[in-house]
């Protein structure tokens, strides 16, 4: 047994400990000092800290940039420029997170509001570093307990307790299949460190040869899809999202999935590189390619579909996103470098868009009355610069140029056509994503609709906080200029992804 | 400045329009107006420049030298090899001047426009420069992004500003638009991959053939997916509901630039890359392009509602583009650019008086309840005979160039071709001679005798409309002083599109 070197561990996830203590904090202040404040006070007293925290915890991932990769506790985590990159990532989420909750009201607990938020944001980081596998379940856990828990803070509201405990059977079974998968995994590979079962594969012969690795593959890639939401996975997402207070929907939707989708590319490119198979038309191979390939034909087709008949706009975001999730997996489809910077690329721009949606959502629907389609009936008379920042965020889910959105899902799209360029084997998937967008284009439009064409009843102005503007505002800044000018980025991911998927044949 | 300029200068506008207080109306309609001016100014000053530069090569060498005029060309994404490049020829040239008046007529027809006018103007100019980055953009990449940009502002105003089923009609015509352009993402990234993942450059694509099997399945996929757009039989049908529901500055441009868009594409992004694919698919454009000639002025014949009638004109004179296209000859093809710039002013003629000068003033486009105008607005009459008679392909009017030599390059690749086109003809001169007698003239003559036959009671139920405004009259008389123009004295435009023709003919870029 090693003696555990604490000081690195401290040092390496400083920004972790620094959330956690922040945590803390916020918890006791509203304890001791701003309960006898008025509620929305006492909100953004407690939000502030949290948001002083989430920069706090900037300043080690930042000082830790640029240097070498680093593992702790015998290999369970992992420091590089990528990992805290997506750190950063999700250090960004929460903060815009916490500033669109500070405007939105989550109820009587705030201090356990925001510290369990915070809780969620050290989930998803040590998801991001984990390199074993049980290491990224408890980390998965943590994030996802913190998100049930969310959820359900509507306290006076139906839905909101139907969706948390929807959301939390749901997430309880499908970590169920999660352990259950990896448990099979270590059984046959006799490691649960990603790299470990990598060249452990390599000497079972592959899938043909061992059933249960088959087995442990398949109840890992179902317990992720869970996770991400994808069809046939995806019943929780739609009530889920309806029925959580707005901000921990766009939460959800943000930075669990960054997160989740981070990790899940982590277990696949490394820790199951070889098993890959192969989802060519006309030549399907079993491997997970082509088990993911027909979750993201299926998500595409159900959730674009289904999103059409859609009322409320959070469902309307709930089906969008499943449809995203399966452009997502045609990125890991192809199974290359390229497809692993698209999938990063997207995820980015996938949760800053989604991020900004909700946050118009929930900063109009709570001045509004509700988040149905018909509350947004002429917003843009009342609310002009939120209806633009709106316009921009769906235009940008749609994919249209010159938005974050359209070029996200072009390299996708391009990744996999790359792979077999020859025989164009993965353009049936494309094909597939591209008409299943331009159905998405007609509920997004649809959206749209009620917030420009129609006229409303209620014709009053609606005022929303400058600091809440200026948030939003930055976010579709930022989702255009990843669309006019995503070289910087693109370039910065491709680096990383290099050492992510290192000694990976294609 | 050079060209590229136009796609600055009205995004510049755009981003002016923006920070305006909603409130000042005016001021706002003044910024979009000289924003079209100058763009316009800025794409014919360097117009002429460029003519005379055509005209002294050709007198020099007999031919043009070099295709391109070389504007930016810069590393856009790298990753992908996407570059910022934009270039213009006597191809698109034109249509870049095309665009520049219709965009500055749309807004004099617009000047009427009282709800939410700094969203409009928005809306308005973010389509105009789309549609110059399209006609400007050399990788096809660029080429996509600006042709997408261009398809969403015509849902908003269309659905905000329009009349008849606008929130159906937008809705249809963003689908088709959007369906179409699917296809052409696919046919785009088929041929990156096919011609080894190089380039999106199109003259860079050009060099490197693509295999001649690839080339039978990409080039229908490209080619469908723009002509779409340019209203192709049977994928027109978005068409005649689009416009008919679009306010008048909408309509103009829809028919008169954003249907170019498409036979640009066809043009630029499939034809000029994959020679074998057009090869193998021309008799079928030729013949679906003759079809839709046919069938749009004959659908055109029938129709009740005045705005319907210039929609299915649209679709017929679109069709023409087509059939010159596939011709593939020097006059044939000469012809469809000629006919693009010619249609696109024609139909923003036509689109203006019915919608702003009739419309606006009579709301109705009924033929039936219409009657009588020329008596009260006789400059709208007059500026429809104008244009109807370019339309139909009179002497002296641009039109006549135009279809004539696509009757001269469709004969040549089938005399049937020709024929089956010149069915049209008198359909044409029937719908424009039976709206100008239902909506012009007095309600008691006989149908389908002419005009003009002396009446002198006024009609009771228009007696009082608005009279023609300033704005109106200066739009009107631009582009009808154009269409005379190139008519009369075709070389302007002409010699450079030959000659950019010729090149392509000759398998260079």
Same mark, same amino acid.
């Given at each position: ?7 690195? @561990? ?80 999700? @250090? ?19 201090? &356990? ?17 984990? &390199? ?8 998965? &856990? ?43 995994? !270590? ?6 460190? *990603? ?22 593959? *398949? ?60 989802? !060519?038309?006309?030549? !399907? ?86 988040? &149905? ?55 049936? *998937? ?10 998405? *284009? ?32 930055? @976010? ?31 | ?27 706002? /309609? ?110 096809? =990449? ?22 008849? /089923? ?68 049977? =994928? ?170 696509? =009757? ?64 109106? /009259? ?36």
């Amino acid at each position: 047994m090693m003696p555990v070197p604490y000081f690195d @561990v401290l040092r390496g996830l400083g920004a972790e400990l620094i959330l956690t203590l922040a945590a803390v904090v916020a918890l006791t202040l509203d304890l001791v000092s701003a309960r006898r404040e008025e509620m929305t006070v006492r909100s953004r007293t407690v939000g502030t800290v949290a948001v002083v925290g989430l920069l706090a915890a900037i300043i080690p991932l930042w000082q830790q940039l640029g240097g070498p990769r680093t593992v702790l506790l015998g290999g369970t985590l992992a420091i590089d420029d990528l990992i805290l990159f997506f750190k950063l990532v999700i @250090v960004g989420l929460a903060v815009i997170t916490v500033l669109i909750s500070m405007d939105y009201d989550v109820g009587r607990h705030v201090g &356990e509001y925001y510290a369990v938020l915070l809780f969620g944001a050290v989930g998803m980081m040590l998801l991001i570093s984990a &390199e074993e596998l049980i290491t990224i379940f408890v980390a998965l &856990e943590l994030t996802s307990i913190s998100l049930y828990i969310l959820t359900a803070f509507h306290k006076g509201e139906l839905r909101s307790q139907e969706a948390a405990v929807k959301y939390f059977m749901f997430g309880a079974i499908s970590s169920a299949f999660l352990l259950f998968g990896l448990s099979y995994v !270590f059984g046959v590979t006799g490691t649960t460190s *990603l790299q470990a079962i990598r060249d452990a594969v390599k000497t079972t012969g592959g899938l043909a040869m061992s059933p249960l690795l088959a087995t442990g593959l *398949l109840f890992t890639i179902v317990g992720f899809g869970f996770k991400v939401a994808v069809v046939p996975f995806h019943l929780w997402a739609p009530d889920a999202y309806e029925g959580a207070p707005t901000p921990v929907t766009a939460y959800i939707a943000t930075g669990s999935k960054v997160a989740s989708f981070f990790v899940l590319l982590k277990v696949l490119f490394v820790g199951f590189a070889g098993l890959e198979g192969s989802a !060519f038309w006309g030549n !399907f191979n079993s491997g997970w390619t082509m088990l993911l390939a027909v979750t993201a034909a299926l998500s595409m087709v159900l959730g674009n579909c289904a999103a059409i008949v859609q009322h409320n706009v959070k469902r309307l975001l709930a089906y969008s996103s499943i449809a995203h999730a399966g452009y997502i997996f045609i990125g890991l489809v192809a199974a290359t470098r390229t497809g692993a910077t698209s999938v990063l690329f997207y995820i980015i721009v996938y949760a800053l868009t989604n991020l900004g949606a909700f946050g118009v959502v929930a900063a109009l629907s709570s001045r509004a009355g509700g988040d &149905e389609m018909r509350d947004f009936d002429g917003m843009a008379k009342r609310a002009p610069f939120l209806s633009l920042l709106m316009l921009i965020f769906v235009l940008s889910l749609a994919g249209i140029p010159p938005l974050g959105g359209f070029f996200g899902k072009f390299y996708l799209f391009a990744s996999a056509v790359q792979r077999d360029a020859e025989h164009f084997g993965l353009l049936w *998937l494309v094909v597939l994503g591209i008409f299943m967008s331009a159905v998405s *284009l007609y509920y997004y439009l649809m959206l749209l609709k009620h917030v420009y064409v129609i006229d409303g009843k209620d014709q009053s102005p609606i005022v929303t906080p400058t600091y809440l503007n200026v948030a939003l505002g930055l @976010v579709a800044l930022a989702v255009i200029a990843l669309g006019v000018y995503p070289k910087p980025i693109l370039e910065l991911l491709n680096g990383f992804s290099y050492s992510l998927v290192a000694g990976w044949v294609h | 400045m050079h060209v590229d300029w136009t796609i600055y200068l009205t995004f510049l506008g755009v981003g002016l329009i923006l920070l305006l207080p909603r409130e000042s109306k005016t001021l706002i /309609r003044w910024v979009a107006l000289v924003t079209g001016v100058v763009a316009l100014l800025v794409a014919l000053k360097n117009y002429f420049n460029y003519n005379d530069w055509v005209n002294a090569q050709i007198s020099a060498h007999g031919a043009l030298q070099d295709g391109f005029v070389q504007l930016v060309n810069v590393s856009w994404i790298p990753a992908l090899n996407v570059k910022y490049h934009l270039a213009v020829d006597g191809i698109s040239y034109p249509l870049v001047v095309l665009n520049g008046f219709v965009c500055v007529t749309g807004i004099l027809f617009s000047w009427n426009i009282e709800t939410r006018v700094k969203e409009f103007f928005a809306f308005f100019l973010t389509l105009i420069a789309g549609v110059y980055g399209v006609f400007m953009a050399m990788d096809l =990449f660029l080429l996509f992004v600006f042709y997408e940009l261009a398809i969403i502002p015509k849902y908003f105003i269309i659905a905000i500003w329009g009349s008849t /089923r606008k929130e159906y009609g937008a809705m249809k015509l963003v689908l088709y638009s959007f369906v179409g352009s699917a296809l052409v993402f696919i046919g785009i990234l088929a041929t990156y991959f096919a011609a080894g993942g190089r380039s999106f450059d199109i003259l860079e694509l050009a060099r490197h053939p693509i295999k001649p099997d690839v080339q039978v399945w990409v080039f229908p996929l490209i080619f469908v997916g723009f002509a779409v757009l340019a209203g192709m039989w049977p =994928f027109h049908t978005w068409a005649p509901t689009g416009h008919v529901a679009a306010p008048t500055a909408a309509s103009m441009l829809l028919a008169g630039v954003v249907m170019k868009l498409g036979s640009y594409g066809c043009l630029r992004g499939a034809m000029l890359l994959f020679p074998q694919g057009l090869e193998h698919w021309k008799w079928w454009i030729a013949v679906i392009a003759v079809i839709g000639i046919v069938y749009g002025a004959g659908v055109a014949l029938v129709q009740k509602d005045f705005k319907f009638i210039i929609g299915y004109s649209s679709v017929s004179h679109m069709g023409f583009v087509l059939l010159g296209l596939a011709t593939l000859n020097l006059i044939g093809m000469s012809g469809a650019v000629l006919q693009m710039f010619s249609h696109g002013i024609v139909a923003s003629l036509l689109f203006a008086v019915v919608g702003r000068m009739v419309y606006d003033r009579t709301h109705t486009r009924q033929l039936d309840e219409l009657g009588g105008l020329a008596k009260v607005i006789p400059f709208a009459c007059v500026t429809f005979m104008i244009a109807g008679a370019a339309s139909m392909g009179m002497p002296g009017f641009s039109g006549f160039v135009a279809e004539y030599q696509i =009757f001269v390059g469709a004969f040549h690749m089938h005399p049937g071709l020709a024929l089956g086109a010149a069915l049209s003809i008198p359909l044409t001169v029937a719908y424009i001679l039976n709206a100008n007698d239902k909506v012009f003239m007095e309600k008691d003559q006989p149908a389908g005798g002419g005009h003009g036959q002396g009446h002198e009671e006024s009609s009771d139920a228009h007696a009082a409309l608005p009279p023609i405004t300033l704005p109106e /009259r200066t739009a009107a008389i631009i582009l009808m002083a154009l269409l005379v123009i190139v008519g009369v004295y075709p070389s302007i435009m002409l010699n450079m599109i030959k000659a950019n023709v010729q090149l392509f003919l000759k398998g260079a870029p």
